[in-house]
T-cell receptor, first 115, second 116 residues
Framework: GAGVSQSPRYKVAKRGQDVALRCDPISGHVSLFWYQQALGQGPEFLTYFQNEAQLDKSGLPSDRFFAERPEGSVSTLKIQRTQQEDSAVYLC?????????????FGDGTRLSIL | AQKITQTQPGMFVQEKEAVTLDCTYDTSDQSYGLFWYKQPSSGEMIFLIYQGSYDEQNATEGRYSLNFQKARKSANLVISASQLGDSAMYFCAIPLPNQAGTALIFGKGTTLSVSS
């Protein structure tokens, strides 16, 4: 597709369940980023991939969060044993090379609600 | 450490007026980009405009322009001739230093409301 695609658009889960969020970046984009956005706040960085390599996962809030991009295109963010504080919008972004002068292009996000 | 400050939680403007959204930043990097994004209520984050730290001229993109003052570490977004569709949250962002790719650090955002 032309832009970054994320699915599902909305996800409701019960506390303790595992969830998986999918991101399909712009074709050919090397770099892929995941962000978490709490209500009324700016996005916060979670993790970064260059092709299939996860080069930075310093923003992942706990070991319940796991991300992968096995073939260097589609990425999945998995949250195990979800907690209420995981409720947020999860944004995926891609850029051509990931350099400091490259804009990142975002998907519409997945709005996760943990009951 | 990188830091972005957006001091205006909300701005109100009438259609066709110009509006300036403030952004100041702090970075130890000598070479960086400064980005502005728009987030409507529907949630998508839309890239608007970018300024490179070594660019001598202020960036412009249609009705959007940047008032970039590097010495003051200020990069204000100017929207000329506001439209109702400009009502949204606006975020200023700067790259975090990273190994290879550069994640962004965002300000808290400014909510712009345009009325007719």
């Amino acid at each position: 597709g032309a832009g970054v695609s994320q699915s599902p658009r909305y996800k409701v889960a019960k506390r303790g369940q595992d969830v998986a969020l999918r991101c399909d970046p712009i074709s050919g984009h090397v770099s892929l980023f995941w962000y978490q956005q709490a209500l009324g706040q700016g996005p916060e960085f979670l993790t970064y991939f260059q092709n299939e390599a996860q080069l930075d996962k310093s923003g992942l809030p706990s070991d319940r969060f796991f991300a992968e991009r096995p073939e260097g295109s589609v990425s999945t963010l998995k949250i195990q044993r979800t907690q209420q504080e995981d409720s947020a919008v999860y944004l995926c972004a891609s850029s051509a090379t990931g350099g400091v002068f490259q804009p990142q292009h975002f998907g519409d996000g997945t709005r996760l609600s943990i009951l | 450490a990188q830091k972005i400050t957006q001091t205006q939680p909300g701005m109100f403007v009438q259609e066709k007026e110009a509006v300036t959204l403030d952004c100041t930043y702090d970075t130890s990097d000598q070479s960086y980009g400064l980005f502005w994004y728009k987030q409507p209520s529907s949630g998508e984050m839309i890239f608007l405009i970018y300024q490179g730290s070594y660019d001598e001229q202020n960036a412009t993109e249609g009705r959007y322009s940047l008032n970039f003052q590097k010495a003051r570490k200020s990069a204000n977004l100017v929207i000329s001739a506001s439209q109702l569709g400009d009502s949204a949250m606006y975020f200023c962002a700067i790259p975090l230093p990273n190994q290879a790719g550069t994640a962004l650090i965002f300000g808290k955002g400014t909510t712009l409301s345009v009325s007719s």
